[in-house]
């Protein structure tokens, strides 16, 4: 059985915005009389009523008893003839499945409804070649590689406590209780026990620092400060004085940065330094040619695609939360969307400048890029494991391969200038 709908007959296109497409589907009594029919065979193989088995009660009885499962059943069987006409008549590419609007339905006389399609977006790529992108490199010197050895013993430093009857000095961190007052009687919830202070820096109690300066271990001083629209008087209890000791380039630091002298340390540090530098430029580098590619190529993202890709990357942000952090979904959502639409542009013009180009990732190049991956494996289990995975991925991994070398094409033809980044 099933019923015919012509495109440009019962189907019409209503509007287009951007990649969302929708059609109008109408049915007149005559094909929904058919429609209505081939639903009332579908249920009578499912509805039970008493006294009847399975698949015998009357159609009769079926469509006075259901009448919602009828109608629901005809808008299915209509939805699905539609489809393909639409698919076929207007030379689209949907790529969510198509969402049913402003529906009608008078029984034995008419149905009507509407086919919302999310579309890919077709493009001509243009503006992909001579892009042009400036590479800002960067020399490292002496000064960066003392600086990150700097950085990294302050990063080690600890604190050790200063000899008896030492002061507090301005270098120093104390430990200290403190009770605030107000009108001469304590104030409720002032109360604070061993408050870690690094008198370097700036309180959060204006005064506190100046008041313990001088002051030795078990020494109390007093002093007044704002307190909310009020000033209250503070009392102070120096706990513990202590140094901040940062660790000298000596035979235990260069031990426990794996090298034997200061200049194996900063050759070392060198080198990474001058990694992670490239790795910038060329991150760099490659957003402008993704946002030159994006400028010379606007067009609309499926929306539902958007929201899914924007989903996906909420889920990744939330893994590397800390776990007592925690941000609303809806908050990520938004502030993650316009990455989510950066990805899905870039994406689809990279698809279409290599199907432009006839750039593909052959067989032999996914075998290659198989046997780098088992080459990083140990055991026959994990090789195991690692070729069933790849073969659930091997189209995805096809496309990122695709994507890559279009990528590669798109930077070779780029026009690049050389400039020295800004300290």
């Known amino acids: 059985m099933g019923i015919t709908l012509g495109f440009n007959d019962k189907i019409k296109k209503v509007k287009q915005d951007g990649c969302v497409h929708v059609f109008s589907v109408t049915l007149d009594d005559k094909i929904l009389g058919e429609a209505s029919q081939e639903a009332?065979?579908?249920?009578?193989?499912?509805?039970?009523?008493?006294?009847?088995?399975?698949?015998?009660?009357?159609?009769?009885?079926?469509?006075?008893?259901?009448?919602?499962?009828?109608?629901?059943?005809?808008?299915?069987?209509?939805?699905k003839a539609a489809l393909p006409e639409i698919i076929k008549g207007a030379a689209i590419n949907p790529v969510v499945a198509p969402l049913v609007k402003?529906?009608?339905?008078?029984?034995?006389?008419?149905?009507?409804?509407?086919?919302q399609f999310e579309c890919s977006p077709v493009i001509e790529p243009k503006g992909y070649e001579k892009i042009a992108a400036?590479?800002?490199?960067?020399?490292i010197e002496d000064a960066d590689v003392e600086k990150y050895i700097n950085q990294v013993r302050?990063?080690?430093?600890?604190?050790?406590?200063?000899?008896?009857?030492?002061?507090?000095?301005?270098?120093?961190?104390?430990?200290?209780d403190y009770e605030t007052w107000e009108n001469g009687v304590k104030v409720p919830g002032g109360e604070v026990k061993g408050e870690i202070v690094d008198l370097s820096t700036p309180q959060t109690i204006a005064g506190l620092a100046e008041a313990v300066?001088?002051?030795?271990?078990?020494?109390?001083?007093?002093?007044?400060?704002?307190?909310?629209?009020?000033?209250?008087?503070?009392?102070?209890?120096?706990?513990?004085?202590?140094?901040?000791v940062v660790p000298e380039l000596d035979e235990n630091f260069l031990k426990e940065a794996g090298v034997?002298?200061?200049?194996?340390?900063k050759s070392n540090v060198r080198k990474m330094l001058e990694h992670n530098a490239a790795e910038k430029t060329e991150k760099d580098l490659l957003g402008q040619i993704e946002d030159a590619l994006i400028k010379s190529n606007p067009f609309t993202l499926p929306p539902t695609l958007v929201k899914e890709e924007a989903q996906e990357l909420v889920?990744?942000?939330?893994?590397?939360?800390p776990p007592d952090q925690n941000i609303a979904d809806d908050a990520l959502l938004e502030r993650l969307r316009p990455v989510a639409e950066r990805n899905l542009s870039l994406t689809y013009i990279l698809h279409h400048i290599a199907k432009k180009e006839k750039i593909e990732a052959t067989d032999a190049e996914l075998g290659a890029e198989l046997d780098k991956v088992l080459a990083r494996l140990n055991t026959e289990d994990e090789k195991t494991k690692g070729r069933d995975l790849?073969?659930?991925?091997?189209?995805?991994?096809?496309?990122?391969?695709?994507?890559?070398k279009t990528m590669d094409l798109v930077k070779g033809k780029a026009v690049i200038k050389e400039e020295k980044a800004q300290a």
């Open 390 to 404: 790849f073969e659930k991925r091997r189209e995805y991994i096809r496309a990122s391969m695709v994507e890559n």
């Open 260 to 265: 034997k002298t200061v200049e194996e340390l």
């Open 213 to 244: 300066i001088g002051a030795k271990k078990g020494e109390t001083r007093e002093f007044t400060a704002p307190f909310g629209d009020k000033k209250a008087l503070f009392k102070v209890v120096v706990v513990e004085i202590k140094e901040k």
């Open 315 to 321: 889920e990744l942000y939330k893994k590397r939360l």
């Open 102 to 115: 402003s529906l009608k339905y008078e029984p034995g006389r008419a149905m009507s409804f509407e086919l």
């Open 154 to 176: 302050e990063y080690n430093a600890y604190l050790k406590p200063v000899p008896e009857a030492a002061p507090v000095a301005k270098n120093h961190f104390v430990i200290v």
């Open 134 to 139: 400036t590479r800002r490199t960067k020399k």
């Open 40 to 79: 009332l065979v579908r249920l009578q193989s499912v509805v039970t009523l008493p006294g009847f088995r399975v698949g015998k009660v009357p159609l009769s009885m079926i469509k006075e008893q259901f009448p919602s499962m009828v109608k629901d059943e005809v808008l299915d069987i209509s939805a």
